[in-house]
T-cell receptor, first 109, second 114 residues
């Protein structure tokens, strides 16, 4: 099955700086790559996704890039704010979603 | 607004007990999923269902079964609970028949097996 690896497992950034989370996947047939954000004590929620026919997608301060050849994709958060502190999960899917282990992001004020 | 609810937020059971976790969604979604979430392991798919009475195994189905008798309801059953099934259980639903669509999660059930 699909294997998704996510790095780093924890990330601490100064407010206003950028944060980057990277994921790799094993199945070249995967074609859908969502990112979920889970705030402490809350449910995961989709923040952005990308499909394999697109190389980059932006939504305000967040962006995702996909390199199909290298089988990796990344989440970029610019101008980080305290409310960006959360656990972020990447996932890859050909048929069913396989999630990475998660990255705990802490934004220091 | 999509609403996915789970029957309990916290549950404590004894080893060997039969445990039922229930999930209900109100958006007429085709697909429903059960995951377990453990620190450092992310979300792992236990079972999913793409239609009433249909089910498919996920990545870690051992020790679990599911039931989907109505479209809006998906139950996870632990036939004989064991301590290694202590975890956070998350239900999710999605609309697309292709399965590659936004999944909406429930609030989770934290199950402790003593």
């Amino acid at each position: 099955g699909e294997n998704v690896e996510q790095h780093p497992s924890t990330l601490s950034v100064q407010e206003g700086d950028s944060a980057v989370i990277k994921c790799t996947y094993s199945d070249s047939a995967s074609n859908y790559f969502p990112w979920y954000k889970q705030e402490l004590g809350k449910r995961p929620q989709l923040i952005i996704d990308i499909r394999s026919n697109v190389g980059e997608k932006k939504d305000q301060r967040i962006a995702v890039t996909l390199n199909k050849t290298a089988k990796h994709f990344s989440l970029h958060i610019t101008e980080t704010q305290p409310e960006d502190s959360a656990v972020y999960f990447c996932a890859a899917s050909k048929y069913k979603l396989s999630f990475g282990a998660g990255t705990t992001v802490t934004v220091r004020a | 607004d999509v609403k996915v609810t789970q029957s309990s937020r916290y549950l404590v059971k004894r080893t060997g007990e039969k445990v039922f976790l229930e999930c209900v969604q109100d958006m007429d979604h085709e697909n429903m999923f059960w995951y377990r979430q453990d620190p450092g392991l992310g979300l792992r798919l236990i079972y999913f269902s793409y239609d009433v009475k249909m089910k498919e195994k996920g990545d870690i189905p051992e020790g679990y079964s599911v039931s989907r008798e109505k479209k809006e309801r998906f139950s996870l059953i632990l036939e004989s609970a064991s301590t290694n099934q202590t975890s956070m259980y998350l239900c999710a639903s999605s609309f697309s028949t292709g399965l590659t669509d936004t999944q909406y999660f429930g609030p989770g059930t934290r199950l402790t097996v003593l």
